[in-house]
């Protein structure tokens, strides 16, 4: 499904939280919003499934002004990923997978055959992992039962809100492959919010940039790296390169050779 964004602002009060961001996401594409805290790029996201309406601005999927459908019919073709998986407590990871189904009254039996059928693609065992409550999770395996419990209805786009920001480096580093991969597999347009342009560079098709309630500078990896449009993208960057020079070709050997973040890896230890 294709998004775009028309001129989207958010007041809250005084204060402008948004300022006129003009964006398209194409159908099937990994979109990371990538920017310093409070710079506006959650609330631009939540605004696709409508957690937060714009103050003014419209926002159209396949041509379809988003204010005009059903609320409860778009939210279900949405999945949501969370920071730290935000998982009930009180259900098992099999009901906790199966959460959407239910509400979309899947019967019993097609539920259960769901939740099998997905928990090895995440790397867990379904006879161990079905019954266990979220409590009995690592931090690592909570976050991979949330992503299924996001895709578990085959939705049409994923919003994940910094969902990788309180693992350790090596669960992250997992996950960010697992991800990449699952929607290479199942197609699904993403939508992905971070602060880390390390982690959005190893993740995106395209990147737009926000700070301080404006779109700063959108386009790919490659494009955004070579042509910073000013200095603060130039900044993040710089950080960026440090970030990389304390890495090895070896740590990123999980990720094609062919992606932007592999080719900036290698550049820098080529100098």
Same mark, same amino acid.
């Given at each position: 499904?294709?998004?775009?964004?028309?001129?989207?602002?958010?007041?809250?009060?005084?204060?402008?939280?948004?300022?006129?961001?003009?964006?398209?996401?194409?159908?099937?594409?990994?979109?990371?919003?990538?920017?310093?805290?409070?710079?506006?790029?959650?609330?631009?996201?939540?605004?696709?499934?409508?957690?937060?309406?714009?103050?003014?601005?419209? %926002?159209?999927?396949?041509?379809?002004?988003?204010?005009?459908?059903?609320?409860?019919?778009?939210?279900?073709?949405?999945?949501?990923?969370?920071?730290?998986? @935000?998982?009930?407590?009180?259900?098992?990871?099999?009901?906790?997978?199966? !959460?959407?189904?239910?509400?979309?009254?899947?019967?019993?039996?097609?539920?259960?055959?769901?939740?099998?059928?997905?928990? $090895?693609?995440?790397?867990?065992?379904?006879?161990?992992?079905?019954?266990?409550?979220?409590?009995?999770?690592?931090?690592?395996?909570?976050?991979?039962?949330?992503?299924?419990?996001?895709?578990?209805?085959?939705?049409?786009?994923?919003?994940?809100?910094? $969902?990788?920001?309180?693992?350790?480096?090596?669960?992250?580093?997992?996950?960010?492959?697992?991800?990449?991969?699952?929607?290479?597999?199942?197609?699904?347009?993403?939508?992905?919010?971070?602060?880390?342009?390390?982690?959005?560079?190893?993740?995106?098709?395209?990147?737009? %940039?926000?700070?301080?309630?404006?779109? %700063?500078?959108?386009?790919?990896?490659?494009?955004?790296?070579?042509?910073?449009?000013?200095?603060?993208? @130039?900044?993040?960057?710089?950080?960026?390169?440090?970030?990389?020079?304390? !890495?090895?070709?070896?740590?990123? @050997?999980?990720?094609?050779?062919?992606?932007?973040?592999?080719?900036?890896?290698?550049?820098?230890?080529?100098?």
């Amino acid at each position: 499904m294709t998004i775009e964004l028309k001129n989207i602002t958010k007041r809250y009060g005084d204060k402008l939280a948004l300022d006129s961001v003009s964006l398209r996401i194409e159908s099937r594409e990994f979109f990371v919003l990538v920017g310093a805290s409070g710079g506006g790029k959650t609330t631009l996201m939540k605004m696709i499934n409508r957690l937060i309406e714009p103050t003014d601005g419209t %926002i159209e999927i396949d041509d379809e002004a988003i204010q005009t459908l059903d609320l409860r019919a778009l939210r279900l073709q949405i999945g949501y990923v969370l920071q730290q998986g @935000a998982l009930f407590p009180n259900l098992t990871v099999a009901e906790n997978i199966g !959460l959407i189904l239910q509400m979309k009254k899947w019967p019993r039996e097609k539920i259960r055959a769901r939740v099998e059928e997905l928990l $090895p693609l995440v790397g867990l065992d379904a006879a161990i992992y079905s019954s266990r409550k979220p409590s009995e999770l690592s931090g690592g395996e909570a976050q991979r039962v949330g992503i299924l419990r996001a895709i578990a209805a085959e939705p049409k786009i994923i919003l994940m809100d910094e $969902p990788f920001s309180a693992l350790d480096p090596i669960a992250r580093k997992q996950l960010q492959e697992l991800v990449k991969d699952l929607q290479h597999r199942l197609k699904i347009t993403t939508i992905f919010v971070t602060h880390d342009m390390t982690e959005a560079m190893a993740l995106a098709d395209h990147i737009a %940039i926000v700070r301080d309630g404006k779109l %700063i500078q959108a386009g790919t990896p490659h494009e955004i790296r070579q042509h910073p449009a000013d200095s603060f993208v @130039a900044e993040f960057f710089e950080t960026y390169q440090k970030d990389l020079s304390g !890495l090895t070709v070896g740590d990123l @050997a999980a990720f094609p050779a062919d992606t932007e973040l592999s080719a900036a890896l290698r550049e820098v230890h080529a100098k």
